[in-house]
């Protein structure tokens, strides 16, 4: 114990114990603020997921958070501004991949995603579209025109591939992906879906949720 802790008598000051009590309670409260933030999210997964089970019956797959953290990706805007997926907390977001020249399986991806988000109506502002640009190949001015709104974000190919899982007989750039308002990956839609299918996940999902 350091000397400056010790009175004359020997004792420990009567300052270090509650200096520690104090620390102790400031971590506790942290912890509560973080849980309360959290809670929404938390119960409105409980029970969409867990209390009516027999009701979920969800088109996309669940994907695994705890595999699939979000990496560090170092995306930027098309004129080079940096730009981050973590900027986009506090909302739902649908994400794609496909290299720069868009072929029509892209395009077609960039579509459904405009069209999944005005199918939610009122509640579309909760939602953001990003494309991760997988290389550095210039865009069709045609296309970003066309999908003004969406945010096209360059990305590294290798980051991306080590992240986003896939079905066996697929790649990243099939399928759709939706991450949480917390800022997790949480859904991966089949190749070539359904849209009016990925809107009732979509749906209940914005309607279960408190936040984002």
Request: proline share 7%; charged share 25%.
């Amino acid at each position: 114990m350091a000397a400056e802790s010790i009175d004359k008598t020997g004792v420990p000051a009567a300052g270090e114990p509650a200096a520690k009590a104090a620390r102790k309670r400031g971590r506790w409260m942290l912890w509560l603020v973080l849980l309360v933030c959290a809670s929404p999210l938390i119960a409105s997964y409980f029970t969409y997921y867990v209390l009516k089970p027999e009701k979920r019956n969800n088109y996309g797959t669940l994907v695994d958070q705890r595999a699939h953290p979000l990496p560090a990706l170092h995306t930027a805007t098309l004129d080079g501004q940096p730009m981050t997926l973590a900027q986009f907390k506090g909302k739902w977001v649908m994400l794609m991949t496909a290299p720069g020249a868009c072929a029509e399986a892209c395009r077609k991806q960039l579509y459904t995603m405009r069209q999944l988000r005005l199918m939610q109506g009122k509640e579309m502002e909760r939602i953001e579209r990003v494309w991760l640009i997988t290389d550095r190949e210039p865009l069709d001015t045609i296309v970003i025109r066309e999908f003004d709104g969406t945010h096209m974000l360059r990305a590294d190919p290798g980051a991306v591939k080590g992240w986003l899982p896939v079905e066996t007989t697929t790649t990243s750039d099939r399928h759709i992906y939706l991450i949480d308002p917390l800022g997790h990956l949480m859904m991966r839609f089949p190749q070539d879906p359904e849209p009016r299918k990925v809107y009732k996940d979509i749906y209940k999902l914005l309607k279960a949720s408190a936040v984002g």
